[in-house]
Every structure is written in C-alpha cells, then in structure tokens.
C-alpha cells in the first residue's frame, strides 16, 4: 500500500486505502455454534498502514459500532455478507 500511496502522490493523485469489513468480522455473535473468525490479523494490517504512515479508513470499528448501537447494516433477510442500502450509506460516507 505504501508503494501504491507514494507512486499515486507523485503523480498528485489522492490516496486512500478503504478497509471494508466482512460480515463476519462484526456479527460475530450470529455465527453458528462451534464457528469462530479472528479477524486479529485486520489490526495489525492497521498498525502497519499506520508504522508506514499510509492514509486508510477503517470502517471495520466504524460499523462494528453501528452494529452495537443496533442499527442494520448487512442484509439479515437473505444472511448474506453484503451491507445492505443502509450499511452502504454509512460505510461510503465515513470513506468520503
């Protein structure tokens, strides 16, 4: 990502690294019995960009928090991993 970041800033290009969470990694209280995903591995990518001083958004904490505050952000009615509008909505505004 740091190659990536530098190569587009020579070239004035703006450069972001979005990080957007899989279903999993915040509704770890509706996985099945006997199923567990560490998403460990996401903090220390955070802690990477951040040694490296590459500019990312992190909407894994962001709409973990939604989550908690009970708002639906992924699509329940078909259990898929995808956001639904409203998690879209969130999720894309807190990376603009």
């Known amino acids: 990502m740091k190659k990536t970041q530098v190569y587009c800033e020579e070239r004035n290009i703006p450069f972001t690294f979005a990080f957007d969470p899989f279903k999993n990694s915040i509704m770890q209280d509706k996985l099945p019995q006997g199923y567990h995903y560490d998403n460990a591995w996401v903090y220390d990518l955070f802690d990477s960009l951040k040694k490296k001083n590459v500019d990312y958004v992190d909407n894994l904490t962001y709409l973990t928090k939604l989550y908690k505050e009970g708002i639906p952000i992924f699509n329940d ?13 969130y999720g894309v505004n807190h990376i603009l």
């Open 77 to 89: 009615k078909y259990n898929a991993g995808h956001w639904n509008d409203l998690g879209a909505f």
